[in-house]
């Protein structure tokens, strides 16, 4: 006897019936849940039976049963009964012992034992291909949403389509440039009017500048003292 062995025929009893003892270690309890809603309500459950465990001991006889119904043996179940104590020696040892689909054993810190079903156990024969239902309404795809570019070969085969598809436009900030003959009489002038702005405000917060750049030193004398511009030699 192995512990495959054990744990299929557990779960096989726990399939028809609501409780199962298991001498030395407690009792298997299934217990029917209703069908729930989860994820905040958008995920509807199917009912289930979950499994649970209590350390309190009671009627062994079905199991006994059940298994000299599988072995063969006639009212003989030394065997069991010494599988299961050396299967405790093994989880007082290692604090832990695994039924393989089922669940695992564990000793709690004060020398109690604990059972942790498996979350993929289904031990609901009713229920059974009953999967939860998703009550969101799902988005449409953007992916599939989105239209499709048109390839080259698809333009060959529709000219009239293409011819209609509308062509992208141009940036707002796109400016034309002007040619370079324009760009450098653009500059000149720009130029000129500067300087012409800056020598008109010379002439006339300091005027004795520019005289000196318009006019010659006896131009200068007949402007400033013109009651002796006779006296000049000619």
């Known amino acids: 006897m192995d512990v495959d062995f054990l744990a299929g025929l557990i779960r096989d009893l726990l399939l028809e019936h609501d409780s199962l003892n298991l001498p030395g270690f407690g009792c298997f ?5 209703p ?8 995920i509807l459950n199917p009912p289930y039976r979950r ?14 049963a059940s298994y000299r119904q599988f072995s063969g043996s006639s009212g003989d179940d030394s065997e069991l009964v010494h599988f299961l104590n050396e299967a405790k020696e093994q989880l007082m040892q290692n604090c832990s012992l695994v039924l393989p689909g089922l669940g695992r054993f564990k000793l709690t810190g004060s020398g109690g034992i604990m059972f942790m079903a498996e979350e993929t156990l289904d031990i609901s024969p009713d229920s059974c291909g009953l999967r939860p239902v998703s009550l969101n309404v799902s988005a449409p795809n953007p992916q599939n949403a989105q239209p499709r570019r048109s390839t080259p070969s698809a333009a060959k085969a529709n000219p009239a389509s293409a011819a209609a598809a509308p062509k992208p436009a141009a940036p707002a900030n796109s400016r034309k440039q002007l040619p370079a003959f324009w760009r450098i009489t653009l500059s000149l002038v720009i130029t000129a009017a500067v300087l012409l702005g800056g020598f008109v405000a010379l002439s006339r917060f300091a005027p004795d500048i520019t005289d000196k750049l318009l006019y010659t030193p006896e131009e200068l ?5 013109p009651e002796d511009g006779l006296n000049l030699s000619r």
């Open 51 to 64: 499994l649970g465990f209590v350390p309190e001991e009671g009627d062994d006889s079905l199991l006994s």
């Open 35 to 42: 069908a729930s809603f989860s994820d905040r309500g958008f």
């Open 221 to 225: 004398e007949i402007l400033n003292y």
């Open 29 to 33: 309890v299934a217990e029917e849940m």
